[in-house]
C-alpha cells in the first residue's frame, strides 16, 4: 500500500526483520517492554512532529489487544477502545457475558484459593481445564482428569488473590475454528476449520502430528448454527472492526459449545490458509480493511489442509525422513512449507518445528494428502 507510511514498534531488534521488510520501514523504536502502554505512547508522541498525527494503532499479538487499546484512548486513534478489548481478553468475563446472552459455553469460575478449585470439581464434576484467564493458544491450560490431577495442578500453579486461575468443564467433542472478518459491526466474511484433533490431545501425546483443514463447503447449510452463535458472540463482545479467531466444539450430539474468541488474526498458518482457499491475500485485505474501511468478499475456490511436523525423541532436529516420498505424491498440491532444519530446536507447542500447507478443489482430497503426509514424514530429534 503505497500512500501508506509505517512506524514499527519493538521489542526485539529491526535486524531479525528481513531487509526487504525493514528498509520499507518510515521508522523504528526498540522498547524493552512493548506491553508497557506509557512507554509506546511517548515513543508514537516522540515521532508526531516528523509523521504527524497517527491514523491508526495495529498489533496482532493477542496479549498485546488491551494496551494498545489503551494506547488508542490516549492518542485518540480510531480503533476497538478498551472495554471491547477486555472482553475478548479476559476469558471469565467473556464467558459470563456469553452466559447472559444466552450463548452456549462451558461451565466456569474464576478461583483464587485451593478450596474453590476443589468446589467447582465437586459440583461440576471431572474433567476439568485450568488455565489462566488471560491465556493464548493452549499456554499454561492442563486437563484434570481427577483429584489427583487437581491436587498436582493446584500444586504448580498456586492459585491466590493476585494468580487467579479459570476453571471450565472439559468440553467433550471436535474443536473448530471460526475465523471473521467484522467491518463496522457486520460481518462480511467469514471461514472456518476443523482441528485433528484437538490441541490439548496433541500436547498431551508428544507422537501426535496435528492437522488443521479448512473446508471449501464454508456456506453449506450444516455451518449455519455456528453462523449464527459467532456472529451473536461478536455482537455480544463488541467487536466493530477487525478480523477475530473463535474457537468452538461440535458435541457429539450435534450442539455447539463457544470456546473463546480473540480480537486477532488467527495464528497457526490459519490466515495464511484462508489466502490458498480463497485466491487473495488475507493479511492485505486484513490490513485494508483496518486502515481504510473497506473489503472485498472473495469467494471460496479450494479446501486446504495443514500438517504440522512435530520432532519426535528428545534433543535437537537430527533428521527429517519421507520427504522424498510426499512430494512424489501429493506434491503437487504443497502450496507452502516450512521443513524443519537439522540442529533447530524443539518448541513445546502442538504445531511442532514446520508445517506443509495443502490445497485441493475438493475438502476430501485435502484430507486424504494431509493423511499421506503425517503417516510418511518423520522428524527425529537427537
Known sequence: MPDIRVGLISQEALHL????????????????????KNSVVETIRSWKN???????ILGTVEHL????????ELLSVDGMRLKAAMNFRDKSRMKSMFREAGIPCAAHKLISSEQQAWEFGEAHGYPIIVKPPAGAGAQATFKVGGPGDMTKALRELNPNSDHELLLEKYIQGIEHSFDTFSLNGQ??????????????EVLGEPWIQWQVVLPREVEDKKYDDIRYVAFKALEVLGMET???????????DGSI??????????GAQITSMMSYANDFNAVEAWARMMIFGTFDPPKRKYAVGTAYLRGQGRGKVKAVYGLDQVIN????????????ETGQSPLPSYEGEGYIILRHPETEGVKAALSRVVETVRVELG
Request: charged share 20%.
Open 329 to 340: 505424491e501429493v506434491g503437487h498440491l504443497i502450496v507452502e512449507s516450512k521443513i524443519p
Open 17 to 36: 526483520l528481513p531487509q526487504e521488510m525493514g528498509s520499507r520501514l518510515n521508522c523504528h523504536w526498540q522498547l524493552e517492554d512493548v506491553f508497557d
Open 257 to 266: 459449545v463457544i470456546s473463546e474468541v480473540a480480537a486477532r488474526p488467527p
Open 187 to 200: 460481518p462480511v466474511f467469514h471461514s472456518l476449520t476443523q482441528y485433528y484433533p484437538n490441541p490439548l
Open 65 to 72: 489487544q488491551v494496551p494498545l487499546a489503551e494506547v488508542r
Open 242 to 252: 477487525g478480523l477475530s479467531h473463535l474457537e468452538w466444539f461440535c458435541r457429539p
Open 50 to 56: 516528523q509523521f504527524g498525527r497517527p491514523h491508526r
